[in-house]
């Protein structure tokens, strides 16, 4: 899910029209991107990516957010609007800033990811070839090192070394006519 809140030329401030030269050049710091986000975002969502593209002239910063279960629109929204609020008036007005979650079709890139939805079944393939489908958790006590819940097999450790991708396991529904 990407999001993107957009004003009317009508509500900004008579400053946003006169950016000044040092502005327009100046680029801004991941770590000041994260100052902010760390302000806003609570102890139940978490960073997953920040990407900040710094090429004239449509200078973009990307923040990607989870959460266990998800996050959705209105959530996403009320986030994006904050960081504005929080941002009005500064660097931050030279870039587009977009808010979005890494959505479902994503590659697993955290062993967070199962913890986070550890209601749904992955397909993790492994450095050996082979692949296993079927809930994920982390082993107790040991955040690097996952078990996982085949429908019709016992529960299976992996060290998360040896998976070379992760996915969530997406099943299509067929629809009656």
């Known amino acids: 899910m990407r999001f993107q809140l957009k004003r009317s030329i009508l509500e900004w401030p008579i400053s946003h029209f006169f950016i000044s030269k ?20 609570n102890s139940g969502l978490i960073l997953h990516s920040l ?10 910063i990307e923040i990607l957010i ?62 050996s070839g ?8 982390i082993a107790e006590g040991v955040s690097e090192r996952l078990k996982v819940f085949p429908l019709e097999t016992e529960p299976i450790m992996v060290d998360w070394k040896d998976v070379s991708s992760a996915r969530f396991k997406v099943a299509l529904q067929e629809t009656k006519k």
């Not at 040092?22 to 975002?41: C, F, P, Q, R, W």
């Not at 990407?51 to 973009?60: A, N, T």
């Open 130 to 137: 082979n692949e296993i489908s079927g809930r994920v958790e």
């Open 66 to 127: 989870d959460k266990p279960g998800g996050i959705n629109l209105e959530q996403c929204a009320q986030i994006h609007r904050e960081f504005i609020r929080r941002t009005d008036g500064t660097l931050f007005d030279t870039y587009q800033v977009t808010f979005g979650t890494p959505g479902i079709d994503r590659d697993c890139i955290f062993p967070q990811d199962f913890q986070f939805h550890h209601d749904k079944e992955f397909v993790l393939r492994l450095k």
């Open 51 to 60: 990407r900040v593209s710094h090429k004239d002239p449509s200078r973009e």
């Open 22 to 41: 040092k502005m327009a050049t100046e680029k801004i710091k991941k770590s000041d991107i994260e100052k902010v986000l760390g302000e806003i975002l």
